[in-house]
């Protein structure tokens, strides 16, 4: 089945550590491809994306992205991580009729 | 910017009730989304429109309508609600390339 998966639900790891969330999709094509974070009780913010072109992307707050055709992946990283990156993050990809799929999203807890 | 606005943060509402959550976004966006996110299950699609008046059925329609009578508007309703409607809804508009952006999104609670 076709899908957007998101293999870690919750990730714990503390400030000034390295960080990477894992993502990876399941579409024939290479689809567009968006990261986005979501704060305690708001809206989505996307961090980055990825349509074509350079595999590594950069985005917001410091967060960096490669996608990898031959793992179909999309892993989120961060050399750095701050306490303010506490938050959940979700994987995305644009289909061709104009829909867009989540991943069940990764809860990231820092700790001090 | 652009700005997407839910006109309820939080809404409690009774089993039977009608209920309508409305979105508004103010970039001319052709494509509209309303979304339901639930711990562990991410965000699902309920419905999205790519016009006024067009309407397309996402991966969980059921007890849901949708309706987009100008651009900038889509509105979201529960024909009857029911507990197990109780969630967050979010609604996103997107233009070039589904690049979506999102609204602050609507915790409801139907008691």
């Known amino acids: 089945a076709q899908s957007v998966t998101q293999p870690d639900i919750h990730i714990t790891v503390s400030e000034g550590a390295s960080l990477e969330l894992r993502c990876n999709y399941s579409?024939?094509?290479?689809?567009?491809l968006f990261w986005y974070v979501q704060s305690p009780g708001q809206g989505l913010q996307l961090l980055l994306k990825y349509f074509s072109g350079d595999t590594l992307v950069q985005g917001i707050k410091g967060f960096e992205a490669e996608f990898k055709r031959s793992q179909s992946s999309f892993n989120l990283r961060k050399p750095s991580v701050h306490w303010s990156d506490a938050a959940e993050y979700f994987c995305?990809?644009?289909?061709?009729?104009?829909?867009?799929?989540f991943g069940a999203g990764t809860r990231l807890t820092v700790k001090p | 910017d652009v700005k997407v606005t839910q006109s309820s943060r939080y809404l409690v509402k009774r089993t039977g009730e009608k209920v309508f959550l409305e979105c508004v976004q103010d970039m001319d966006h052709e494509n509209m989304f309303w979304y339901r996110q639930d711990p562990g299950l991410g965000l699902r699609l309920i419905y999205f429109s790519y016009d006024v008046k067009m309407k397309e059925k996402g991966d969980i329609p059921e007890g849901y309508s949708v309706s987009r009578e100008k651009k900038e508007r889509f509105s979201l309703i529960l024909e009857s609600a029911s507990t197990n409607q109780t969630s967050m809804y979010l609604c996103a508009s997107s233009s070039f390339r589904f690049e979506s952006f999102f609204g602050q999104g609507t915790r409801l609670t139907v008691v």
């Open positions: 579409y024939g094509a290479t689809p567009y």
């Open positions: 995305a990809v644009g289909l061709n009729n104009n829909d867009m799929r």
